[in-house]
């Protein structure tokens, strides 16, 4: 099993440019999560994932667009980029309540 | 406001020691939490979890502690190994059934000294 994946691991962007980071998992986990971990910081929750076709704002949502149409993928999209937006992102997926199962991340500057 | 806070930025010990990383929280409501390790370029890996019907959970080389009333707990490393090097973050939920809404701590830095 590969586990989670993401890509790009890393990407720059513009100022007011878009992207997707893609996450996808093999491990036939209901539940994904999306997360950023700014500087110092500890990771805080974008939005999460309990099946597909049902997703839910987590702690820091504003920015940031989900969809999840398969149980394998759940992609995170940035419309407009701002420097506030620069930070690693991880995706996670679990089985239901269990541990969660981390990407390796996605490092994102907005210049 | 940090609900979950890790006032320690780093720690140092000695190989074969005992590592111990602590870890407070704010929020009442929590009554599930995680310990998660963190090499650098990788994600968080699940080290070890509590729930508050107990104070105590062991796992090899691993402990973690919850106080309630203190709103604190910590992970015990016994003993402590170069391989343990890691960032570790606490996290916290409301209950298990909670455990999709982990709120994180900002994480402590272990160094392992030979």
């Known amino acids: 099993n590969a586990g989670v994946t993401q890509t790009p691991k890393f990407r720059i962007l513009k100022i007011g440019q878009s992207m997707t980071l893609q996450c996808t998992q093999d491990m036939n986990h209901n539940y994904m999560y999306w997360y950023r971990q700014d500087p110092g910081m500890g990771l805080k929750l974008i939005y999460y994932?309990?099946?597909?076709?049902?997703?839910d704002k987590g702690e820091v949502p504003n920015g940031y667009n989900v969809s999840r149409s398969t149980t394998e993928d759940f992609p995170l999209r940035l419309e407009l980029a701002a420097p506030s937006q620069t930070s690693v992102y991880f995706c996670?997926?679990?089985?239901?309540?269990?541990?969660?199962?981390f990407g390796p991340g996605t490092r994102l500057t907005v210049l | 406001d940090q609900q979950v806070k890790q006032n320690s930025p780093s720690l140092s010990v000695q190989e074969g020691r005992i590592s111990i990383l602590n870890c407070d929280y704010t929020?009442?409501?929590?009554?599930?939490f995680l310990w998660y390790k963190k090499y650098p370029a990788e994600g968080p890996t699940f080290l070890i979890s509590?729930?508050?019907?107990?104070d105590k959970n062991e796992d090899g080389r691993f402990t973690v502690f919850l106080n309630k009333s203190a709103k604190h707990l910590s992970l015990h490393i016994v003993p402590s190994q170069p391989g343990d090097s890691a960032v570790y973050f606490c996290a916290a939920s409301e209950g298990i059934q909670g455990a999709q809404k982990l709120v994180f701590g900002q994480g402590t830095r272990l160094t392992i000294n030979p």
């Open positions: 994932s309990v099946g597909a076709g049902i997703t």
């Open positions: 929020n009442s409501m929590f009554d599930y």
């Open positions: 509590i729930s508050s019907i107990k």
């Open positions: 996670a997926s679990s089985y239901k309540y269990n541990e969660q199962f």
